[in-house]
């Protein structure tokens, strides 16, 4: 019976090789291997999978068409609910959503419906010149601020409904985090994200970008002077926080933004880019989140020694598990349970240290995590060149300050509802801009939730006038 067949596992890069270069660590399935994997789907009559994918991909659908090796339905049964295939094989965390939720995961190990996602992807973009066409115009134009995973999603839906769609973007590089902050060896930028949003273009999309909106021009400027209909806001949350304890402000403690953005965007790795970055002989990441993961694994690829530490235990890890193990192959020691109450510096202003005390979990919070608690008299010192800090990133305030009229939460995060409807009529939101920094499936699930409802927006406006 096809639920009797052990997962295919995935080839991927040596640990002692891949912690030299910036290469893709895995490598996917070849056809084969494919094919046999997907043969291990149920086929449920009640798919718990597809309730679990935020976007709604039909994953029965597309695995049975995979199987049958129909490649060229089943990139089809995707592309109806993902624009970004290759993308979300990659990144997303399926062992929460949908692979978390797949019925041999209760006694046997999930479909890899990750991997099998990814590897329709790829194909897909090797045959590039098959792209939907440009759906017939409508007359009617949205404009979308952010060119991240919200935007993307919230673009090419709105592209396929017949409305010109132009995307803002205010780096030089289209992308928003799937360029600046997953590293090249989890997400490769030419390979994978160009092409992707190649087709994104194919659809026919405008990007333009190096423009701040809040400061070439505004949310009320695109409405009002520009002629959008409306106007969608996926910006992400590219705020870093910090833990407001001594020594921050010395040199070598920098934001996981910063140092991901560093290497990624701007190539500081590669030594004919004149972006340098310093790691100095020991780097310490402070975080356990995926952002914590890619830091450290980036530094270990500098060539640093490279150490996390976490306030909470190792169960309470909010990382992928995958991520996890692999910055354990490729040498990351992690100190849990420690958390830091001072950056210790040289006497000419740069770091030389990290104090930290040990915790011990109490109690569940809010979040159903058990929450840390300081040890007494436990404070040691952890030697570092330099102090990474990934504890989670807030919406910039920029467009909130120049958008009179909307709303935000204490976090700074715009207020929207289930719609993505925001304070601001004909102003919608989504992705981290609203929840702040979370996973790039949720955010594209909030840009086509978006997207619908922007045509329900410009639909009942047309009919009301």
């Not at 030299?20 to 449920?44: I, M, Q």
């Not at 992707?196 to 423009?211: A, F, H, K």
């Not at 915790?359 to 929450?371: C, F, I, K, T, Y």
Request: hydrophobic share 40%; glycine share 10%.
């Amino acid at each position: 019976m096809a639920n009797k067949i052990p997962r295919v596992p995935v080839r991927e890069q040596d640990p002692a090789c891949r912690v030299t270069n910036f290469e893709e660590v895995c490598y996917g399935y070849n056809p084969d291997e494919a094919t046999l994997e997907a043969s291990r789907c149920l086929n449920c009559k009640n798919p718990r999978c597809v309730a679990a994918c935020p976007v709604g991909i039909d994953i029965p659908g597309f695995i049975a068409a995979l199987h049958q090796g129909n490649v060229a339905d089943a990139a089809a049964i995707i592309g109806r609910d993902s624009s970004l295939p290759s993308i979300c094989g990659r990144v997303c965390p399926q062992e929460t959503q949908c692979e978390g939720a797949c019925i041999l995961g209760i006694k046997d190990e999930p479909v890899a419906i990750g991997k099998l996602e990814r590897f329709v992807g790829d194909w897909k973009l090797a045959q590039s010149p098959a792209v939907a066409e440009p759906a017939a115009h409508n007359g009617h134009r949205v404009a979308v601020i952010g060119s991240g995973p919200a935007g993307l999603a919230c673009a090419s839906d709105l592209a396929k409904m017949g409305y010109g769609v132009k995307i803002f973007e205010a780096l030089h590089k289209v992308g928003g985090v799937l360029v600046y902050g997953i590293p090249e060896f989890r997400l490769p930028k030419e390979k994978i994200v160009a092409r992707e949003i190649d087709q994104v273009r194919r659809l026919g999309v405008e990007i333009e970008t190096d423009v701040i909106v809040g400061r070439t021009m505004t949310v009320d400027s695109l409405l009002n002077e520009e002629g959008y209909d409306a106007v969608f806001i996926g910006s992400g949350a590219g705020l870093p926080r910090f833990m407001g304890i001594p020594g921050e402000n010395l040199n070598g403690v920098v934001s996981a933004n910063e140092f991901l953005t560093r290497a990624n965007l701007m190539r500081a790795y590669d030594e004919e880019y004149d972006t340098p970055i310093y790691v100095g002989k020991r780097v310490v990441v402070v975080g356990g989140g995926n952002v914590a993961m890619d830091a450290v694994r980036t530094a270990r690829r500098l060539g640093a020694e490279a150490t996390i530490v976490y306030r909470r235990s190792e169960k309470e890890l909010p990382a992928r598990a995958e991520e996890v193990h692999h910055a354990k192959e490729e040498g990351v020691c992690f100190r849990m349970l420690s958390n830091p109450v001072e950056i210790l510096g040289t006497n000419d202003g740069w770091v030389r240290g990290m104090r930290c005390i040990e915790m011990e979990l109490g109690e569940p919070d809010a979040s159903g995590r058990r929450s840390p608690v300081t040890k007494p008299d436990s404070e040691f010192d952890i030697e570092c060149d330099v102090a990474i800090m990934a504890l989670g990133t807030s919406p910039n305030p920029l467009l909130a300050a120049t958008t009179e009229g909307l709303a935000t939460d204490r976090r700074g995060c715009i207020v929207a509802d289930t719609t993505g409807a925001t304070s601001r009529p004909g102003v919608f939101a989504g992705g981290d801009a609203v929840t702040g920094a979370a996973t790039v499936i949720l955010a594209m699930g909030a840009g086509r939730t978006a997207a619908k409802a922007i045509d329900e927006y410009i639909r009942e406006k047309i009919q009301n006038a």
